[in-house]
């Protein structure tokens, strides 16, 4: 059983329901029999250079964080910590941020490329094939430059931009882009970085996790050993959901054990 969810969104982050209170979220991790759960709500680092309202504020988060942890810290493991996307795009703002914070946990991901706004405020149902095939290999070239910044603990949902284009059922090939998803599951082994499965592709009509197994049996294939799961909660009610099908994905792919990163270190739970 997955008793670890790395990845969750309290309502401080922009794009999560507004009454998932932390507290609230550690009292429903603790029903679901988790002993660990990061809070990571987003701050996207392109948001203020480029003027997009994506608002963070760390003393809010903490506080809130604390005030739950003096109730439920001695229930589960918590760990303060962000979702940092964008990292490599302005990295002194992000740098900026992770001098002044102690975050126990931090994601490092990609919502949007350089120049473009985040995948999830596109329209898949206008853009064509060679665009996006375009967008996926310069996604993927970008994921490259934020492995080689480092400064975080976790990959998350890669194939991001699937989950966008598979959600309104195009389903896109990825047979030809082998060598470019080997050079970055390459670098997540050789940056020692943990590669995070993500659940929300089942609860979002995607109808897998980000990545998918074969993704996942790939990284095992080249020697990958270091996996995270993240519900990517949005609303209380979404922690730790699907992670028995993630289970057996992990399993049927060769893994026994999954990690939860936390204060520079790594936890390992059987599987």
Not at 214 to 231: A, E, M, P, V
Request: with cysteine.
């Amino acid at each position: 059983m997955i008793t670890f969810d790395s990845h969750t969104h309290s309502g401080n982050s922009y794009d999560a329901d507004k009454n998932a209170r932390i507290k609230d979220m550690c009292r429903s991790a603790i029903s679901k029999g988790l002993t660990h759960i990061a809070i990571t709500d987003h701050f996207d680092v392109n948001a203020i250079p480029e003027g997009y309202n994506m608002p963070y504020d760390p003393e809010a988060i903490l506080k809130e964080f604390n005030e739950a942890k003096e109730i439920y810290g001695s229930q589960i493991t918590m760990s303060f910590g962000v979702e940092l996307g964008q990292f490599y795009q302005y990295p002194e703002l992000g740098k900026a941020m992770l001098e002044k914070y102690h975050y126990q946990t931090i994601l490092g991901s990609i919502h949007s490329l350089r120049g473009k706004p985040d995948f999830a405020f596109q329209d898949m149902h206008v853009k064509s094939e060679e665009e996006f095939k375009k967008d996926w290999i310069t996604y993927l070239c970008e994921a490259c430059e934020l492995l080689d910044l480092g400064g975080f603990d976790v990959l998350t949902h890669l194939t991001y931009p699937l989950r966008y284009m598979n959600r309104i059922g195009r389903r896109f090939d990825m047979s030809y882009d082998y060598d470019y998803l080997v050079t970055v599951l390459k670098k997540v082994i050789d940056k020692n970085v943990i590669l995070e499965v993500n659940s929300s592709g089942f609860r979002q009509g995607v109808g897998s996790p980000l990545p998918d197994s074969r993704i996942i049996k790939l990284y095992r294939q080249l020697g990958g050993k270091l996996i995270s799961i993240g519900s990517d909660a949005h609303r209380v009610g979404d922690i730790a959901s699907d992670f028995d099908k993630v289970e057996a994905i992990l399993k049927e792919c060769g893994f026994d054990s999954i990690c939860f990163p936390m204060d520079k270190n790594i936890i390992c739970e059987k599987i």
